[in-house]
């Protein structure tokens, strides 16, 4: 890799790979120390092509979701069958990974700006602006910018555009998907939320189960299904369509958090 050699929004390659190696050295223990991750779907990033894929996810976090997905594909690529044993992975890592994120959040800080470099396609939210709800166009540059990305590797977005659970999927991500055409790679989280604050950066509880499935790629007629079908589509596949949201009686609560206790992992479980 040449010194100044750039990607397509202008990055030097060799500065990025570094921003990636050290951050990713510094979370490691985040998903394989402090807390668990159990990981399902490795064989699924080893089957994708290069570039034109879209993942599409739940969200739970402003950041450590993102983080333990380069972790866990750029693992994955690397034959590491569902686990993250082992940092060296990052040594050589999967360049063009990139993901959406709102341009404030990105801004608010010199670790999201460093973490920007690393991949962010920073956009402005068109439903919510510094806390107030807003009502905007989207912007063609932004759009352009995730098309840019398809075209150049995978992009990771949050169809949600919000880490509060069975918020409605926004139809940015529907028509993204029917005008570009990419292969669309459903991944579930969870245990991220009772492990890291809102923003992903502290570890607020040690111990926890994180699990992050990689599903196989969605079967999408691009012709011929409407934006509401793609996103009925999106919601059933990242386990946010509202009949996933019900109420459980309070003794299968119980029975639930005695199971979760009883997965909870242990230093001493390898």
């Excluded at 800080?109 to 068109?126: C, D, F, H, N, V």
């Excluded at 028509?175 to 890291?196: L, Q």
């Excluded at 059933?236 to 992992?265: C, G, M």
Aim: charged share 25%; glycine share 6%.
């Amino acid at each position: 890799m040449g010194l100044f050699k750039q990607n397509p929004f202008g990055h030097y390659l060799f500065l990025k790979k570094w921003i990636i190696r050290i951050l990713g050295g510094l979370t490691h223990r985040r998903f394989r120390g402090f807390n668990e991750l159990k990981i399902e779907g490795s064989e699924v990033i080893r089957n994708l092509p290069d570039n034109n894929v879209l993942f599409i996810s739940n969200h739970q976090t402003y950041f450590a979701d993102v983080v333990a997905m380069f972790h866990v594909f750029n693992a994955s690529l690397s034959q590491r069958d569902d686990n993250i044993k082992n940092v060296g992975y990052l040594w050589q890592p999967k360049m063009n990974i990139y993901y959406v994120a709102a341009k404030e959040t990105m801004k608010s800080g010199i670790l999201p700006k460093i973490m920007a470099y690393a991949g962010s396609i920073s956009i402005e939210r068109t439903w919510r602006d510094k806390g107030t709800d807003v009502n905007r166009q989207v912007k063609m540059s932004d759009i352009s910018a995730i098309r840019t990305a398809l075209n150049d590797g995978w992009v990771i977005t949050f169809p949600q555009g919000t880490t509060t659970p069975f918020k409605p999927i926004r139809k940015g991500t529907a028509h993204i998907i029917k005008h570009y055409k990419p292969i669309v790679v459903p991944v579930v989280i969870d245990g991220f939320r009772r492990s890291f604050d809102k923003k992903g950066l502290r570890v607020k509880k040690k111990n926890i189960l994180q699990s992050m499935e990689i599903k196989e790629p969605l079967d999408i007629d691009y012709e011929n299904e409407s934006i509401a079908e793609i996103v009925e589509k999106i919601e059933y596949a990242i386990e946010q369509h509202p009949s996933f949201l019900k109420v459980i009686p309070q003794d299968v609560l119980d029975a639930q958090e005695t199971l979760n206790q009883q997965r909870r992992w242990r230093p001493d479980s390898n």
